[in-house]
């Protein structure tokens, strides 16, 4: 999960991801603060965490305190924030959860929908919207990889059938 800051969906960048079986999921431009569980759940928390141990060196020390002690209090702020926490709940409340259904009510309000966002492939159209203007080739290529999944789907009676959107290029 990543912005769509242009070196993350950089062709070379989603065909290595793609080598390697990743899904990327991209979050839509302005649509960062809102959604990225790092700027939602992780910074501020770590922020406050880093702080409170920093804080603690310091009385225990009375003053300034070493770099050695600083990264203690680095490392302990991490193990704390970030290492020891269930994200469920995170990935949740921002919607990335089957079918949505406990996304918190700022991310409801944000995005103004309430229905349910299908667990089917996206259109072209809706992948473009997470892709800044102008870069046609990478969402394409993010594109592609929903379509290759699905442009062969093997029923009970062994009949491959091709996506609906599949372009031609792909069918």
Not at 20 to 26: A, G, S
Not at 56 to 85: H, K, T
Not at 123 to 131: F, P, Q, R
Not at 144 to 151: G, I, M, P, Q, Y
């Given at each position: 999960?990543?912005?769509?800051?242009?070196?993350?969906?950089?062709?070379?960048?989603?065909?290595i991801?793609?080598?390697?079986?990743?899904?990327?999921l991209?979050?839509?431009?302005k649509?960062?603060?809102?959604?990225?569980?790092?700027?939602?759940?992780?910074?501020?928390?770590?922020?406050?965490e880093?702080?409170?141990?920093?804080?603690?060196?310091?009385?225990?020390?009375?003053?300034?305190?070493?770099?050695?002690?600083?990264?203690?209090?680095?490392?302990?702020?991490?193990?704390?924030?970030?290492?020891?926490?269930?994200?469920?709940?995170?990935?949740?409340?921002?919607g990335?959860?089957?079918?949505?259904?406990?996304?918190?009510?700022h991310?409801?309000?944000?995005?103004?929908?309430?229905?349910?966002?299908?667990?089917?492939?996206?259109t072209?159209?809706?992948?473009?919207?997470?892709?800044?203007?102008?870069s046609?080739i990478?969402?394409?290529?993010l594109?592609?990889?929903f379509?290759?999944?699905?442009?062969?789907?093997?029923?009970?009676s062994?009949?491959?059938?091709?996506?609906?959107?599949a372009?031609?290029?792909?069918?």
């Amino acid at each position: 999960m990543f912005d769509s800051l242009p070196l993350h969906i950089a062709p070379s960048c989603l065909a290595i991801m793609a080598s390697r079986n990743i899904w990327p999921l991209v979050i839509p431009p302005k649509a960062t603060p809102l959604l990225q569980v790092l700027d939602t759940h992780a910074f501020s928390s770590f922020k406050q965490e880093l702080r409170n141990q920093y804080d603690s060196m310091r009385g225990q020390r009375r003053g300034d305190i070493s770099m050695i002690s600083f990264l203690q209090c680095l490392r302990d702020a991490v193990d704390l924030a970030l290492v020891n926490r269930d994200w469920r709940r995170a990935f949740d409340d921002n919607g990335f959860a089957p079918n949505q259904a406990n996304m918190s009510q700022h991310v409801l309000r944000a995005v103004q929908f309430d229905a349910h966002v299908p667990s089917c492939a996206p259109t072209l159209e809706d992948v473009e919207k997470c892709c800044p203007r102008k870069s046609g080739i990478a969402s394409k290529m993010l594109w592609k990889r929903f379509v290759l999944r699905e442009r062969v789907t093997i029923t009970s009676s062994r009949v491959a059938t091709v996506s609906a959107h599949a372009p031609p290029e792909v069918r």
